[in-house]
């Protein structure tokens, strides 16, 4: 057993819908998020920026001694591979277990996947699930006005806006006719209702942050590191932007209203 705090960041508050499925599913275990709402989107930045960016929310979130760090942004963890091994520690990411989930999960073999211009642009996702599922087929297309459409409550169905938005990303992946949609992104969660509507039934959405979260869990089943702890684990927010409205938009995401101290911090100094 083990009483250490689980890390997670992301390039702004879509994390925490990853914090969300965890304390579904790790009631007991501590949390420190982190979410980087002074440089958010990480999706239009470089790879070699997003390797920088990565490896200071590390840093930053090592301070708390954590047992392991989810990497809850499909942009940062396309980079994980080559910043992770400079680390002591457990590191996941939700790639994997999203495409993992993906390719089980479709029965046609065409899967969509909708993320940022960087997701898309590392062509991450390609090799984890042909390796599980050669015969498979990839439609990418980058999402860019989804994460602030989020950002600013742009969430609900009957959003004209939003839905106009939907239909122009979307029109083609549901004509090409997939069964299975990577939602390559973290914040894509909160649009879940508006896209499934557009997509229909037959389609089934991955959260790649809740898989994440059931990948976490596992970890810590097969290693013993689970919390022993009796009473619900806490929470502790940190930002690099102002915390002023913070709270609000938070529990957007997290489907609660915040129940923890939220801090801002300089990010740059790590």
């Known amino acids: 057993m083990d009483n250490r705090p689980i890390g997670v960041f992301d390039s702004g508050l879509g994390g925490l819908t990853t914090v969300r499925q965890l304390r579904r599913l790790l009631p007991h275990e501590k949390i420190v998020y982190f979410g980087d709402t002074g440089r958010v989107p990480y999706g239009t930045k470089s790879r070699q920026t997003l390797m920088k ?22 942009s940062a963890d396309t ?8 680390f002591s520690l457990p590191i996941l990411g939700v790639v994997e277990s999203a ?3 993906a390719a089980t999960a479709s029965r046609n073999g065409r899967i969509g996947l909708i993320a940022t211009q960087a997701t898309i642009r590392s ?21 860019p006005l ?3 459409l989020v950002e600013n409550g742009r969430t609900e ?22 069964d299975t949609l990577i939602l390559g992104c973290t914040h894509y969660p909160l649009l879940k209702r508006v896209i499934g509507e557009f997509l229909g039934q037959q389609t089934r959405l991955i959260d790649s942050g809740a898989e994440a979260a059931k990948a976490l869990a596992d970890y810590l089943e097969e290693q013993a590191l689970r919390a022993d702890r009796q009473e619900p684990g806490a ?7 102002s915390t002023e ?7 957007q995401f997290l489907g609660m209203d915040l129940d923890g101290a939220v801090e801002q911090v300089e990010i740059g100094s790590y």
């Open 99 to 101: 495409a993992k989930a």
């Open 123 to 143: 062509g991450v996702y390609e090799p984890v699930l042909h390796a599980l599922r050669p015969e498979a087929e990839l439609y990418k297309k980058a999402c």
């Open 79 to 86: 980079v994980r591979g080559a910043v992770a091994p400079e």
């Open 157 to 178: 169905p009957g959003d004209q806006v939003l839905e106009l938005v939907v239909e122009e990303y979307l029109q083609g992946l549901k004509d090409w006719g997939c």
């Open 245 to 251: 409205g913070f709270a609000e938009t938070a529990g």
């Open 235 to 241: 929470c502790q927010y940190y930002v690099s932007d």
């Open 146 to 148: 989804f994460v602030p």
């Open 53 to 74: 960016y990565t490896r200071q929310d590390i840093r930053f979130l090592l301070q708390f001694d954590p047992k392991a760090i989810v990497v809850a942004c499909n």
